[in-house]
Each structure stands twice: as structure tokens, then as C-alpha cells.
């Protein structure tokens, strides 16, 4: 069953509090989306830990509901990171 490109969004900003997020349906479908999260709490973080916390806030759902999901992180005053 796919996901809504808000509930995506309402996860995401639940599991990082204060996140600005941007959710882009790639091909139509509500399976195939784009993410780009901006967090001051990724100072400091690793590309690959921000990657786990996106993960997290989504909760188990990546591969069940949520089938793919291009991830950029950045923070808000950086440019954009791929995760």
C-alpha cells in the first residue's frame, strides 16, 4: 500500500523535531519520492547518521509502505547533502 506524500512528511517532522521537509512524487504513483530534509540537529552528524535518522522517524515503514525514497539532507545554512 503506498504512502501519502503528507504522512511521509508528518513522520519525518515527528521524528526531527523542528525539520523543514520537502516531499516530491517522482512518478505519480504515491511509491517512488524525493525527500529533502533540513534540520539543525544534523550539525555535526554524519551523512550516513542523518540518512538513519530519516530512517527512524519512518518507522519501519521504508520497503513495506514507502517503497523508495531519494534522500538529500542539509541544514539550514548549508547546501544539500545526498543521504
Known amino acids: 500500500m503506498a504512502m501519502a506524500a503528507t504522512e511521509i512528511e508528518a513522520l519525518i517532522v515527528a ?8 516531499i516530491t512524487d517522482l512518478a505519480g504513483d504515491g511509491d517512488h519520492y524525493a525527500a ?3 534540520a539543525e540537529s544534523f550539525r555535526g552528524v554524519s551523512r550516513v547518521e542523518r540518512t538513519r535518522l530519516v530512517y527512524a522517524a519512518l518507522g519501519g515503514r521504508m520497503g513495506a509502505e514507502l517503497h523508495a525514497l ?10 544539500p547533502e545526498q543521504g
Open 36 to 38: 529533502r530534509v533540513v
Open 70 to 79: 531519494q534522500l538529500t539532507t542539509a541544514l539550514p545554512d548549508a547546501g
Open 15 to 22: 521524528g526531527i523535531p523542528g525539520a523543514t521537509v520537502e
